[in-house]
């Protein structure tokens, strides 16, 4: 069994920044790319961060040079640094990645979601 564990999510003014953790736990024998994502009321989840296994990034167009993602491997962790919020990135963010398990299944995972509000 694999699990993701999300925190750092809360109520923020415009302008403010906050850090989102993501740390996985589990049968795990590789971790691949882990992602971010993120879904708003009515709206449908969309992609914000990908980082690959081998340092590769790409982000959404609406986030680019305001977000940061990052991983820490020994800790089979990864982080989205949030800057210069915006009230429209207020969402609940769902953090994804891909497994190979110590017993061979590659396996999706998401975690179960952190709310970030951006109060104008």
């Known amino acids: 069994q694999v699990q993701l564990v999300e925190s750092g999510g809360g109520l923020v003014q415009a302008g403010g920044s906050l850090r989102l953790s993501c740390a996985a736990s589990g049968s795990i024998f590789s971790i691949n790319a882990m992602s971010w994502y993120r879904q708003a009321p009515e709206n449908e989840r969309e992609l914000v961060a990908t980082l690959t296994s081998g340092g590769s990034t790409k982000y959404a167009d609406s986030v680019k040079g305001r977000f940061t993602i990052s991983r820490d491997n020994a800790k089979k962790t990864v982080y989205l640094q949030m800057n210069s919020l915006k009230p429209e990135d207020t969402a609940v963010y769902y953090c994804?990645?891909?497994?190979?398990?110590?017993?061979?299944?590659?396996?999706?995972?998401w975690g179960q979601g952190t709310l970030v509000t951006v109060s104008s």
């Open positions: 994804h990645t891909g497994v190979v398990t110590t017993y061979g299944a590659h396996l999706g995972v």
